[in-house]
């Protein structure tokens, strides 16, 4: 029988834990299935868990003001979603939804930073991961916000640009 610990040691994310801190972890976590279009979590809302995508398909967005939902990028089997929960105030920094059905670990946020306080080894080998997950991300989103403004300007307010033809 496969356990959520052998899981969460197949994670790539959490790759080179050692049992004990495994053990720690998979004690605030559970299988978790995500259906088809279904909305995970929206921009600005309560971050109180995180996810470890196994198998499926996860759209980030932002909320761009004129535009609704931008996305941002595309997560897929072994990315982690979920980061604002390791950061006051713990609200949502993207909106997310499952593209297609996907078969995920969720961990409850209040018992990871418990754990993080208790072990401040395994506490700061998280946060670091995370970071490295905070800094791809918004890396990500500048890089979508330059393209929608690239092709803003192509377009202008009248429509898509047509070049002038050469006689």
């Given at each position: 029988m496969i356990t959520v610990q052998n899981l969460l040691a197949e994670h790539p994310f959490l790759a080179g834990l050692n049992e004990r801190q495994l053990d720690r972890l998979s004690a605030w976590?559970?299988?978790?299935?995500?259906?088809?279009?279904r909305r995970i979590f929206e921009e600005g809302g309560r971050a109180d868990r995180f996810w470890l995508i196994?198998?499926?398909?996860?759209?980030?967005?932002?909320?761009?003001?004129g535009?609704?939902?931008?996305?941002?990028?595309?997560?897929?089997?072994?990315?982690?979603?979920?980061?604002?929960?390791?950061?006051?105030?713990?609200?949502?920094?993207?909106?997310a939804t499952a593209v297609e059905p996907a078969l995920t670990v969720e961990l409850k946020a209040?018992?990871?930073?418990?754990?993080?306080?208790?072990?401040?080894?395994?506490?700061l080998d998280l946060t670091r991961r995370f970071m490295a997950v905070v800094v791809d991300?918004?890396?990500?989103?500048?890089?979508r916000l330059v393209d929608l403004h690239v092709a803003e300007k192509a377009d202008g307010p009248c429509g898509p640009?047509?070049?002038a033809s050469r006689p």
């Open positions: 976590a559970h299988r978790a299935p995500l259906h088809a279009e196994r198998s499926g398909l996860v759209e980030l967005h932002a909320v761009v003001p535009r609704g939902r931008v996305p941002v990028e595309t997560l897929g089997p072994g990315s982690v979603l979920g980061w604002s929960w390791m950061f006051p105030p713990y609200r949502w920094h993207f909106g209040a018992g990871v930073r418990r754990i993080c306080t208790e072990d401040p080894v395994l506490g991300r918004l890396q990500n989103t500048r890089l640009r047509v070049a």
